[in-house]
């Protein structure tokens, strides 16, 4: 392994990669340096003794595999991040099981954002993560788990603890103090206040609003805290909408779903078409689900929700008989800017297509998918295109 899947501290070393292993860039590692000061923190403080622990958005399993032996409650809504951790427990050499949903259940239990939490936490270790709604739909969560004796420590780059952290912070738990800063990260420290905890908030999530489908039909939806493009439709989406063609015959992805407009529009258009919406956030496809549920119930049925990475638990299923796939593609992962999602999205979509079927994209022009589409299917056109955004079609020959 390269020296950066390799993380020695504290007279401890562990393997450590990015899930998938085979994308992971040499300039990126599995942990980052608010990991670090966690890790001494709670190594130098008088209880260093977790007890009973709760750890949120640990992106690739880093603290999740050190405090393994202390059988933590790890809370993630990112797919990816439950695979990390899966890998690296097993290449760290953690006996470990899986529940029938593929989430680790031992020796760390892993569960998504939605799900509810263990009571009385004596220690919870919260990474600040990129969605300030997601942290606050955290923050209340706790605020009916916590005593006024949990110990709260939350990490971060420091240019992540901005204000509005703090306040939050302040609003649902108590009174926050941060650390110095120490290589570009900083701690939070937040005591539970007994009155606030008496009085818990009621979530604001999911927050909805509506949009009209390309056939004028006016659909309500549902947004989970983490849901990309939360507040509002994003302009690549909105251009998608007005240049999709769906018949009732037809399988469909909607890849990258996010809150499932994409899908949502085709069952507008093809009310019999069976959508398959894909995300790597539970937050997303909890929303797909939902609004697939409260706009279009008669085809819940007709419908699946899969998180994956890209499209890797449709393919290892060999299932290669879809007619479309649309797809707005993200460029992060986690916090890092990174083509190879577009790359593995495009290549995915090939092998799940039946031969004639679709490819379908929507992207900023100077993404230059173009050039991505043609390398993988040997041609593309353009559907479609403004200053911005550009449509672009690859069949499968």
């Known amino acids: 392994m390269s020296d950066n899947t390799v993380f020695a501290f504290r007279d401890r070393t562990l393997k450590l990669i990015r899930h998938p292993a085979k994308h992971q860039h040499v300039s990126l590692q599995a ?9 001494d ?50 290449v760290n050499g953690f006996e470990e099981s899986l529940t029938a949903e593929g989430l680790v259940s031992a020796p760390v239990t892993a569960t998504d954002c939605l799900a509810a939490l263990p009571d009385k936490p004596d220690t919870v270790v919260l990474k600040i993560p990129r969605a300030l709604a997601l942290l606050e739909h955290q923050l209340i969560m706790l605020q009916q788990v916590i005593t006024p004796d949990t110990r709260i420590i939350a990490g971060a780059k420091a240019k992540t603890i901005t204000k509005n952290v703090l306040e939050l912070f302040e609003r649902y738990i108590g009174e926050t103090k941060t650390s110095l800063a120490k290589k570009k990260s900083r701690l939070i420290f937040s005591t539970p206040d007994a009155a606030k905890l008496d009085a818990p908030a009621t979530s604001p999530y999911p927050t909805r609003w509506s949009v009209r489908t ?25 251009f998608m909408l007005e240049h999709m063609n769906v018949t009732n015959n037809e399988r469909v992805i909607d ?61 290892q299923r060999g299932d290669g008989g879809y007619s479309k796939v649309f797809c707005n593609p993200p460029f992060h992962q986690q916090n890092a800017i990174t ?59």
Request: charged letters at 20%; one cysteine or more.
């Open 214 to 238: 390309q056939n004028g039909l006016n659909v309500s939806v549902a947004n989970h805290a983490n849901v990309f493009s939360r507040q509002s439709l994003d302009i690549g989406a909105r």
């Open 339 to 397: 083509d190879h999602i577009a790359w593995q999205m495009f290549t995915d979509a090939k092998d799940c297509l039946a031969r004639g079927g679709h490819l379908v994209v929507v992207g900023n022009r100077h993404l230059d998918y173009h050039i991505k589409l043609k390398r993988i299917f040997g041609g593309v056109s353009q559907l479609a295109s403004h200053q911005k955004f550009v449509i672009l079609n690859s069949a499968k020959r």
């Open 41 to 90: 923190h709670i190594a130098e403080s008088q209880s260093s003794s977790l007890g009973k622990c709760i750890i949120f958005n640990d992106d690739f399993g880093a603290l999740g595999c050190w405090y393994a032996d202390h059988a933590p409650h790890w809370v993630s809504d990112s797919w990816i991040s439950h695979r990390s951790l899966e890998d690296n427990l097993v």
């Open 255 to 315: 890849l990258g779903c996010g809150n499932g407009v994409l899908g949502l529009n085709a069952l507008s258009l093809a009310p019999e078409a069976r959508i398959t919406f894909v995300d790597e956030s539970f937050m997303a496809l909890a929303s797909a689900k939902l609004n697939v549920q409260e706009n279009f119930p008669d085809a819940l049925e007709r419908c699946e929700f899969v998180p994956s990475n890209c499209l890797d638990a449709i393919r």
């Open 31 to 39: 942990w980052d340096s608010a990991d670090e000061l966690i890790i």
